[in-house]
């Protein structure tokens, strides 16, 4: 690899300290490298990355930040083809695996190819509203659907490849990835899942039954929740959100529709810590 691009989380790395040291380092071993700082939102289609600005001809994205830097990184540059590596500005996190300290290592490790790269399973989900689509997202992490409004649970139907499933009041529903299953999903009682296998997990949030519990289909499956009415027949609110980003609402006798997208997530990996290692660390901090 010889053409770089940071993508810099600016909360993190305010200074550029990092930033400008990791370039410094790049172009020392005659590396090309390009620097985009996501400072914020932006208007439009994209996240906090816009890839126009990226040149075409970029080997790697190193995002510096966290998980949920690389998180909207992967979401924005999904259609590039690119692969990303994470450098760790926060907590031990699942994704981003490099250090500060062990930076300029994992430069040399990247220039020489002593790399893998995981492919990772993304989800895609569209909205309907009487049939018609009312937006559409993609998500690494989950695809969430939740109570909006007043502090109340929400009817939720459930259905797999068109055929019912089940019903339960709850205050939402995660519709997790192996990758996404160390986030929210995880916290809401979902299983722990190697980020290399391909599933859909859905797992239901504080519901209000005793027997709702995860469950798991196959990559292949179609999983669409369909948003039910009030308890004397009201109209409800709700919100889907991908990756906790692009939120859009939704009412009773709306859908969302989710199945594996098309386009994966390409994750360098150095084999500095795999995932039993950080699962492992994680484990015993908590």
Not at 35 to 44: P, S, T, V
Not at 48 to 57: C, V
Not at 205 to 215: D, E, F, K, L, Q
Not at 224 to 242: D, H, K, M, Y
Request: charged share 25%.
């Amino acid at each position: 690899m010889r053409s770089f691009c940071i993508i810099t989380n600016t909360d993190k790395d305010r200074d550029l300290t990092l930033t400008n040291r990791i370039s410094e380092m790049l172009t020392a071993r005659g590396c090309r490298c390009t620097i985009w700082q996501a400072d914020g939102k932006l208007e439009g289609e994209y996240h906090y990355t816009d890839p126009s600005a990226i040149p075409e001809d970029t080997e790697c994205a190193l995002v510096l930040g966290g998980d949920g830097t690389l998180l909207q990184a992967a979401r924005d540059l999904v259609h590039e083809d690119i692969p990303l590596l994470g450098v760790n500005m926060g907590h031990l996190g699942f994704l981003a695996e490099v250090t500060a300290g062990n930076v300029s290592d994992a430069i040399d490790r990247l220039i020489e190819g002593k790399f893998e790269i995981e492919e990772r399973m993304m989800l895609s989900g569209t909205v309907y509203r009487e049939g018609r689509v009312q937006g559409k997202n993609i998500a690494l992490n989950d695809v969430v659907i939740a109570r909006d409004g007043h502090l109340r649970v929400v009817r939720f139907n459930n259905y797999v490849n068109d055929e019912f499933l089940n019903s339960y009041y709850a205050d939402g529903i995660i519709i997790a990835t192996p990758t996404g299953s160390t986030g929210y999903s995880l916290s809401a009682g979902g299983p722990v899942v190697s980020p290399r296998a391909s599933m859909i997990i859905m797992t239901p949030v504080a519901p209000h039954t005793i027997n709702a519990r995860s469950v798991i289909f196959a990559p292949e499956d179609k999983v669409t929740v369909e948003i039910g009415p009030g308890r004397r027949g009201e109209t409800e609110n709700a919100l889907v959100s991908f990756d906790g980003d692009n939120a859009f609402p939704m009412l009773s006798g709306d859908r969302v529709v989710i199945q594996r997208a098309a386009a994966r997530t390409r994750i360098l990996k150095l084999n500095r810590l795999s995932f039993v290692e950080v699962l492992r660390q994680k484990m015993e901090n908590t």
